[in-house]
T-cell receptor
Framework: QKEVEQDPGPLSVPEGAIVSLNCTYSNSAFQYFMWYRQYSRKGPELLMY????GNKEDGRFTAQVDKSSKYISLFIRDSQPSDSATYLC???????????FGQGTELSVKP | GAGVSQSPSNKVTEKGKDVELRCDPI?????LYWYRQSLGQGLEFLIYFQGNSAPDKSGLPSDRFSAERTGGSVSTLTIQRTQQEDSAVYLCASSSWWDGGGNEQFFGPGTRLTVL
């Protein structure tokens, strides 16, 4: 079993839709949770960063961490064609520690 | 610099040759990480540097892989006697967490390695 599981998709939605992306993880010791966006042939770009449980909002993006369920989510409101990319969740045990990534979900937002 | 830079952006080599990949982190970031991204394995950690020392090398797949960092800045990842399974995108990231900054890791554009 992988330490972080993520549905690879692909996921296709119409412009303006609400997108929900999810990951589950196996080890309750993870404390740091991140979402990265990766465009084709580019490096991952940090979108959201959360320590421990709770919600964090940044513009159209909301990240949720539920440590009791070992479940992390990213919601994208009013999705745009420019949001079309691969979204990677990542977790870490400690500050400065290595990141463990999910497989990534490929998202396509159709105009 | 403005962000993490990596060179070359693409590298094609023949099986059995050695390759060197370079990473230049964000100025002032003392933490530096190497990852590898391949279709079958996703994005995997290779090695972590704090300054010039590497406290975590647990992700290096074999002794053909090595990395060094000098002057607390530029890092080089070396792959000896390359094999076809080494074909992947090699990504470098840096962080300022040790310097009192955030824990976030910022990635470079990667080096796409193809072993023929």
């Amino acid at each position: 079993q992988k330490e972080v599981e993520q549905d690879p998709g692909p996921l296709s939605v119409p412009e303006g839709a609400i997108v929900s992306l999810n990951c589950t993880y196996s080890n309750s010791a993870f404390q740091y949770f991140m979402w990265y966006r990766q465009y084709s042939r580019k490096g991952p770009e940090l979108l959201m960063y959360t320590y421990s449980s709770g919600n964090k909002e940044d513009g159209r993006f909301t990240a949720q961490v539920d440590k009791s369920s070992k479940y992390i989510s990213l919601f994208i409101r009013d999705s745009q064609p420019s949001d079309s990319a691969t979204y990677l969740c990542a977790v870490s045990y400690n500050q400065g520690g290595k990141l463990i990534f999910g497989q990534g979900t490929e998202l396509s937002v159709k105009p | 610099g403005a962000g993490v830079s990596q060179s070359p952006s693409n590298k094609v080599t023949e099986k059995g040759k050695d390759v060197e990949l370079r990473c230049d982190p964000i100025s002032g970031h003392t933490a530096l990480y190497w990852y590898r991204q391949s279709l079958g394995q996703g994005l995997e950690f290779l090695i972590y540097f704090q300054g010039n020392s590497a406290p975590d090398k647990s992700g290096l797949p074999s002794d053909r892989f090595s990395a060094e960092r000098t002057g607390g800045s530029v890092s080089t990842l070396t792959i000896q006697r390359t094999q076809q399974e080494d074909s992947a995108v090699y990504l470098c990231a840096s962080s300022s967490w040790w310097d009192g900054g955030g824990n976030e890791q910022f990635f470079g554009p990667g080096t796409r390695l193809t072993v023929l």
